[in-house]
């Protein structure tokens, strides 16, 4: 399993620090990857989002995936593939320190409802197949990285993922 850090220093060194975990669903048909598009700020994501104090790694993928997407997870493919730490600015200006576990996976055929959180709804979260190069290049457009900070986790992840495929 792959793993690396990214740091973006904007944040208070001497402040408190938020520890987060999360999951992020890497799903491929035909060529495209299941992403989330942020119609909000134009930005591009692997579907995916919190764990819970008590859940288990692969319980919190099944149901960030099927939340934001609609799709079933087969839990029979599930497979470990990249584990990202971030560092970057929290609430209000301390440290947050999130751990995402990235996994490949493949989905049932179709698509159920969606579940969306209140801030998801805001951002305008819309279910998009697309190729990384795309997703990569309309990532590169976001002018407010303020707003979406996880663009540069989801966009270096991209490239490693491009980069092993050549």
């Not at 079933?72 to 584990?83: A, C, D, L, N, Q």
């Amino acid at each position: 399993m792959q793993e690396f850090t990214i740091d973006l220093k904007n944040y208070k060194t001497d402040g408190t620090v938020f520890k987060r975990a999360a999951v992020r669903g890497m799903i491929r048909r035909d060529g495209k990857f299941l992403l989330i598009h942020g119609m909000k700020y134009g930005d591009y994501k692997f579907p995916g989002g919190g764990k819970h104090e008590e859940e288990a790694l692969l319980d919190t993928l099944v149901r960030e995936v099927a939340e934001e997407t609609g799709y079933r997870i087969k839990r029979e493919s599930v497979e470990e593939f990249m584990k990202v730490t971030e560092r970057r600015k929290g609430d209000p200006d301390d440290l947050m320190e999130m751990v995402s576990w990235y996994y490949v996976c493949d989905v049932e055929e179709t698509a159920g409802n969606r579940n969306l959180d209140d801030y998801e709804k805001e951002y305008d979260y819309r279910v998009q197949w697309m190729s990384l190069e795309e997703a990569v290049a309309g990532n590169e457009k976001v002018q407010q990285r303020k707003a979406v900070p996880w663009v540069e986790r989801e966009t270096e992840v991209m490239r490693r993922i491009l980069r092993q495929q050549t």
